[in-house]
């Protein structure tokens, strides 16, 4: 170690500690542990720009233990990275200011508590929860090899990026991790390497209370590459390290650092050094410690910046440089290709992508929703050739898989196959989705509406990102019949509706489908869930009922009252929306107006102008009735004080479906019963 190097990493240490001590919040003893780890790698190895932090062929840097933020957001103020606008622009200040150091934590600041993509330029991915930003390293592996295969020509390789991750004990506990460890060994995702920053210390206590597993052999049961630095401290170690990984060429590589939280510090190795600030006191001694001035906050050394510019910078730089260069060749001899991977960084699609999208035609047996999606899907790959995907081992019910010509499996003798075998993997599914979209491709995964739940942490920050993952979830009602409770989905529609920022699909038809995909195709900062049946739906007629595009806006008037004012609505989504059909020929021929509400897409309708809204649900009609096999939950914003809500209010029940519908009254007879008694009631509270 060079006397720059040691000051290097003491200098990240002492700002890191300042952040926290300045915040009285945060994590000081992580990143004074791994500290040296972060800075080797940065400084001798990542292949990163920090004038450019979206070159597309960087090499990609995770902290999966989010709480050690202070790590980053010292490495990307030290190392000038800039900031980058939403619209990929290159801004002249900074990434990271030292004022934004010096707010760490607080409100506006670009130095949050945990790292949050879009929201400070060099960060990978929002972490926080602990083994997620793992597992996203282990979907932007798999995209950087899907890329090789496909635009990688003789004499241009284009994509050759490492992805590096850091993880604590706590990413090595959780089961998303677990879950995409194995994953990632059985692609022998070789440019992958995860960074086990073991200090053995969590809120509790010492991990010796919970967790005594050898966690190299498991890595090696999964198929890792496992070296050992025995002292984080020990920059020759960690370098050769780093070189192991390099030449490992069939497996994705395991790093095990034993680290001390809160280095120098009075409570090293203690919790202590875990969540809190460690005073005042503290701070000096172990800044007494290291060998920087006791008395000086954010202190930053002369010569410093300039020394990672001439590490990091000059390295990256040049070879940004020269791919670009290689890209501008690259251009001219492959142009369609060249369109593609530029239009993919813009997160733009394809001229006339949703051009060649099916048509259904009207057919009163129809087809289930999850099977009209699957053919849609087909389609809209062939159009973009980005789009990749597959299921938790759910492909043949989900109808997800690409079964055009060439599509192919994505394994680890064919990498440029466009479906994914995710395994029984749920949690991680959702989670390298999350990766894979980071990368900027256009990636799904597909699995049960029940199943969701186990996804529900990463669904979560799809949203948080604004990424357009797309979760694609079927079975998703009652309508699983025979499955029981355990497999019928209630709460689950509530639970992604509560998500800001993630639009939810239930299509009532194949053309509702169509249009989905549409809108869900069309998304750049946005995930979506599309939630499909597995019983076959009816393909409504639409040169008697509103066209399907009305998807678009949310919801929409499907069929009005005879006279165009009605005297009650009918809400509805999915299955339920041919039902609602047929209540209102009932209310009909007893000269009850009924108006019926398609309602695929609730955050959509809500994002209408008001206008709109009163258009489709007139305030002065208060008599409706909301039409769902699922928790009532939420339905009163639409069907108001006066409204009532066929729905669900238990967990089902093991029975053929028909029965089931009975059971539970999702039938037209009880939905036109529903909606008499409350046209009934609304006459009567006016005389």
């Known amino acids: 170690m060079t006397d720059l190097d040691t000051l290097a990493v003491n200098t990240i240490r002492g700002l890191c500690m300042d952040a926290v001590q300045k915040a009285q919040s945060g994590h000081p003893g992580t990143p004074m542990g791994i500290a040296p780890v972060a800075y080797t790698l940065w400084q001798r190895f990542l292949r990163f720009d920090p004038q450019d932090p979206i070159w597309p062929n960087r090499d990609r840097f995770v902290l999966s233990e989010g709480h050690a933020s202070t790590l980053l957001w010292s490495l990307l103020h ?27 934590r607080q409100l506006g600041s670009r130095c949050p508590g945990h790292p949050e993509y879009r929201w400070t330029s060099g960060v990978e991915a929002t972490t926080g929860p602990l083994g997620q930003g793992v597992a996203n390293s282990v979907g932007m592996a798999m995209a950087g090899r899907w890329l090789a295969a496909r635009y990688n020509q003789d004499g241009f390789p284009l994509f050759d990026f490492d992805v590096y991750a850091l993880a604590g004990d706590g990413c090595m506990m959780e089961g998303v991790a677990s879950e995409a460890a194995s994953l990632a060994g059985h692609h022998q995702l070789s440019r992958l390497c995860w960074i086990y920053d073991s200090n053995r210390v969590t809120i509790e206590g010492h991990t010796s209370i919970t967790f005594t597993e050898d966690v190299a052999a498991r890595f090696l049961a999964y198929g890792w590459n496992v070296t050992t630095v025995a002292d984080a401290n020990d920059l020759d170690a960690i370098t050769r390290a780093f070189h192991t990984f390099r030449t490992e060429s069939e497996r994705p590589t395991l790093i095990l650092v034993h680290s001390h939280i809160g280095y120098g510090s009075p409570v090293e190795d203690s919790p202590k050094a875990h969540g809190s600030p460690l005073g005042e006191d503290g701070v000096r001694a172990a800044k007494r410690f290291l060998g920087i001035p006791e008395d000086q906050e954010f202190w930053i ?46 997160r733009e699609l394809p001229d006339d992508w949703d051009s060649k999208l099916p048509d259904f035609p009207p057919d009163p047996k129809g087809l289930a929703t999850r099977d009209s999606s699957g ?23 989900t109808k997800t898989r690409l079964t055009f010509p060439g599509a192919g499996d994505f394994q680890p003798y064919s990498p440029s196959g ?99 995909w549409r809108v869900v195709g069309a998304l750049r900062h946005e995930p979506a869930a599309l939630v499909l049946s597995r019983q076959a739906l009816p393909t409504l007629d639409r040169s008697q009922l509103a066209p399907a595009s009305g998807v678009a806006l949310g919801a929409y008037v499907l069929a009005d009252a005879p006279s165009g004012e009605p005297q009650v609505i009918l809400l509805a989504t999915g299955s339920e929306v041919s039902l609602a059909l047929a209540a209102r020929d009932e209310l009909d021929a007893e000269g009850i107006g009924a108006r019926v509400v398609s309602m695929p897409c609730w955050e959509l309708f809500d994002r209408q102008p008001r206008e709109y809204r009163d258009q489709v649900l007139p305030p002065a009609v208060t008599a409706r009735v909301g039409i769902e096999q699922a928790s009532t939950f939420g339905w009163d914003r639409y069907v108001g004080d006066h409204g009532t809500v066929v729905g669900m209010h238990t967990y089902g029940a093991s029975a053929p479906l028909k029965q089931l519908l ?26």
């Open 301 to 346: 050394p002369e010569g410093i910046h300039e020394w990672f510019d001439q590490g990091i910078g000059a390295r990256g730089a040049g070879l940004r440089t020269a791919w670009e260069k290689r890209f501008d060749a690259y251009r001219a001899a492959w142009p369609e290709l060249a369109d593609e991977l530029e239009r993919m960084q813009r």
């Open 78 to 104: 030290l190392t000038g990275v800039r900031a980058v606008d939403p619209d990929y622009e290159i801004l002249g200040r900074p990434a990271v200011t030292l004022d934004d150091l010096k707010s760490f």
């Open 662 to 687: 009975t059971k539970f009254g999702f039938t037209s007879q009880r939905v036109a019963e529903v909606a008499r008694e409350l046209v009934r009631s609304r006459q009567g509270a006016r005389t």
């Open 418 to 516: 466009r479906n994914l075998h995710l395994g029984v993997r749920e949690h991680a599914s959702a989670a390298v989705v999350n990766g894979m979209a980071l990368t900027k491709l256009r990636p799904y995964w597909s699995g049960f509406l029940i199943f969701s739940d186990y996804a529900k942490a990463a669904i979560r920050l799809s949203a948080l990102m604004e990424i357009p993952s797309v979760h694609v979830f079927t079975h998703d009602s009652i309508g699983v019949g025979e499955d029981g409770p355990t497999h019928q989905p209630v709460e689950q529609l509530a639970g992604l509706r509560a998500m800001p920022g993630l639009l939810v699909f239930r299509p009532g038809d194949a053309g509702e489908v169509v249009e989905t």
């Open 375 to 397: 053919q849609v899907l087909n389609a809209l790959a062939q159009s973009v050739p980005w789009v990749i995907g597959g299921s938790a081992d759910l492909a043949p019910s």
